[in-house]
């Protein structure tokens, strides 16, 4: 299948929606604003030509990183497959050029941009006593979601910035292993789970 990409570059004319897509994939929607710049040599400057409105589609964690990065009027370089779509409504034909974009970043050009890697979720790591490689349900992250953990029994004294003496009334229970096969250290593996 032939399909049109295209690069354009423009400014964000309506702010990035957000939601979830009958698949569960995250999905964001903006208006992009592109327009024409000549020369007018009678003026002896640039001036605006015509403007061309863009609807940019994300998805997946392109998606998530539109929403936390672009804001209004932001300049853009948008690259991605080019979708005409036609259609009538109340006795009206209209047309829409929609971007399903592919990248999309700050247009250096006009300005400067802070980057920030988006590293993926990994299982985190929690002290409680149970069963080695048994499974929490979830544990909540600091951006307000939750992934699955590994529940690992470490005594407090392995534990990386655990200090002795810290808390007195602990300390007589805080070493006292209760797994039964595999390493105390953090960061090896515990029974027959890798944390």
Do not use: C
């Amino acid at each position: 299948m032939n399909e049109a990409l295209v690069t354009v570059v423009g400014n964000v004319a309506t702010a990035p929606d957000f939601k979830q897509a009958a698949t569960g994939a995250a999905v964001s929607r903006f208006r992009l604003a592109s327009t024409v710049r000549r020369f007018d040599r009678g003026r002896g400057e640039w001036v605006d030509g015509s403007t061309s409105f863009y609807t940019v589609w994300a998805w997946r964690s392109l998606a998530s990183n539109v929403v936390a990065s672009v804001s209004v009027g932001e300049p853009l370089v948008v690259q991605g497959k080019l979708r005409i779509q036609q259609g009538e409504r109340e006795g009206k034909r209209w047309f829409s050029a929609d971007i399903d974009a592919m990248a999309i970043g700050h247009d250096l050009a006009r300005g400067t941009s802070a980057f920030r890697r988006v590293v993926p979720a990994k299982p985190l790591r929690v002290e409680r006593n149970g069963p080695p490689g048994e499974m929490e349900s979830t544990v909540p992250v600091a951006d307000g979601g939750a992934v699955p953990a590994v529940i690992a029994d470490v005594p407090s004294g392995a534990m990386p910035g655990a200090i002795p003496g810290e808390m007195p009334e602990m300390a007589a229970h805080a070493n006292v292993p209760n797994w039964s096969t595999g390493s105390p250290v953090a960061g090896v593996e515990v029974g027959s789970t890798s944390v």
